[in-house]
């Protein structure tokens, strides 16, 4: 395991050094998998950049060994090979709709919010509240902890109103269907299991940080790889200063660095 990280300022063409090392790589006698981790929306945009290089220089990657995949299409290729995820994923219509039932069911305990108020856009504010305990790693438990902990009673009185469509909606998901969030914490379980990982080179493009929930993959794949590189924007300079221009990039170089 090899943690490195590829950084530079506005106007600094990082990816092309990520590029660069892929292929010094690739040339090498080995058959482990050589992944770009980049966000979904960025993952057409590389896999051009990687095809123009692969056009106009030949056998830079001989063994066909780079790969350009996102979160979700690591987690699938995983799950295919191990798999781990039996459930069906839920899509934004369909979380919106089991959001509205979980309010529902218990709607007679709730304090704050009132039938009355079930609107489609108030059941899209609390899928988006539950959308972030998960991203944040919280529990249903977790949110418990918290609002018991609340002193001002009109917070109070909102958050035992969250907690409770929050335990309603794990209850209605439970064993049936997979959230994204869920899935995330699945997949970092299921990478243990996951061959083609251990040894890897994995290069990680075009983020500034990370939710919990991508962290506790990031943690297996810089614990299973053989050299893993982060590039982020930043002159990695006064990192820990919040006031930096930099300052997402330098927390998630300290984030980083805690998890090594």
Known sequence: MAVGFITG???ADRTDKILELCFEEAK??????????????FTYEMEKRLSEKLENEKNIDPNFRIRVVSFSTLSKIVFTNVGGLK???????ARSLLTFKAMDLVSKDLITFKSDDFKMGFVNNIMDMIIEFKQNDFSVMDVFSLTENVKNESLKFKMQ???NIYKSYENLIDKKYSDTEDTLNIFAQKLDDFESIKGAT???DEYMDFT?????????LVYFSKNIYFSL???FKNLHSKMNMFARSNSTILNIKNIC
């Open 233 to 235: 924007l930043t002159d």
């Open 161 to 163: 109103d969250l907690y």
């Open 212 to 220: 919990p929930a991508q962290y506790l993959v990031i943690e297996k």
């Open 202 to 204: 994995i290069f990680v």
């Open 28 to 41: 090498r006698e080995d058959k482990k998998p050589i992944y770009i981790l980049v966000p979904e929306k």
């Open 87 to 93: 459930e069906r994923r839920l899509t934004t219509s």
């Open 9 to 11: 300022r506005f106007g």
